[in-house]
Antibody
Framework: QVQLQESGPGLVKPSETLSLTCSVS????????WSWIRQPPGKGLEWIGYISNSATTKYNPSLKSRVTMSVDTSKNRFSLKLTSVTAADTAVYYCARGFCSGGSCYSRFWDYWGQGALVTVSS | QSALTQPPSASGSPGQSVTISCTGTSSDVGDSNYVSWYQQHPGKAPKLMIYEVTKRPSGVPDRFSGSKSGNTASLTVSGLQSEDEADYYC??????????FGGGTKLTVL
């Protein structure tokens, strides 16, 4: 069974960099695309971006200038960096796997998700 | 403000059907087959219920169905069950490598 687990600091100071890692178990990271999605407390979902199995990245245009995603296939994990954070970046951050079905793989639908990591931006 | 508009709430009695709408524009929902729906129970990660407007992943009951007309996508839950009570989110590709979500609809089973 595929499992995803987010890890990283739960508290980040304003103007600093938020860094999260998603460790994947039960499957190879090299076959799928991998995304980050966030959810501010009590609010809706926001797509942050994805990294494909060929390490191509696509980011939400509203966050593009601050986001970097990378993948470490040797450790079966991928990462998110978000720079210059503010209180508006406080959210539960989910990592998720792109959905594959019937020989087609998608980067914009996700079937396996991590449990989510709450990151609070505060001094 | 979310890019896609969903009603904040919806409700129905067990066994009934309920439809949740998701309204976008001709640049997202109206121009994309990459419309999906997620179910989220409190404190849990979202679960993919519908993808490519009408398709159900394996394991999702056929009580859940999706459709689209113009700039509005819809999720219908038939034969409501207590475990269907959750938040539901739609999403759509919006061009220019962007993907947008709706604000979510809280479904209550009366």
């Amino acid at each position: 069974q595929v499992q995803l687990q987010e890890s990283g600091p739960g508290l980040v100071k304003p103007s600093e960099t938020l860094s999260l890692t998603c460790s994947v178990s039960g499957g190879s990271i090299g076959t799928y695309s991998w995304s980050w999605i966030r959810q501010p407390p009590g609010k809706g979902l926001e797509w942050i971006g994805y990294i494909s199995n060929s390490a191509t990245t696509k980011y939400n245009p509203s966050l593009k200038s601050r986001v970097t995603m990378s993948v470490d296939t040797s450790k079966n994990r991928f990462s998110l960096k978000l720079t210059s954070v503010t209180a508006a970046d406080t959210a539960v951050y989910y990592c998720a796997r792109g959905f594959c079905s019937g020989g087609s793989c998608y980067s914009r639908f996700w079937d396996y998700w991590g449990q989510g990591a709450l990151v609070t931006v505060s001094s | 403000q979310s890019a896609l508009t969903q009603p904040p709430s919806a409700s129905g009695s067990p066994g009934q059907s309920v439809t949740i709408s998701c309204t976008g524009t001709s640049s997202d929902v109206g121009d994309s087959n990459y419309v999906s729906w997620y179910q989220q129970h409190p404190g849990k990660a979202p679960k993919l219920m519908i993808y490519e407007v009408t398709k159900r992943p394996s394991g999702v009951p056929d009580r859940f169905s999706g459709s689209k007309s113009g700039n509005t996508a819809s999720l219908t839950v038939s034969g409501l069950q207590s475990e269907d009570e959750a938040d539901y989110y739609c999403s759509s590709y919006a061009g220019s490598n962007n993907l947008v979500f709706g604000g979510g609809t809280k479904l209550t089973v009366l």
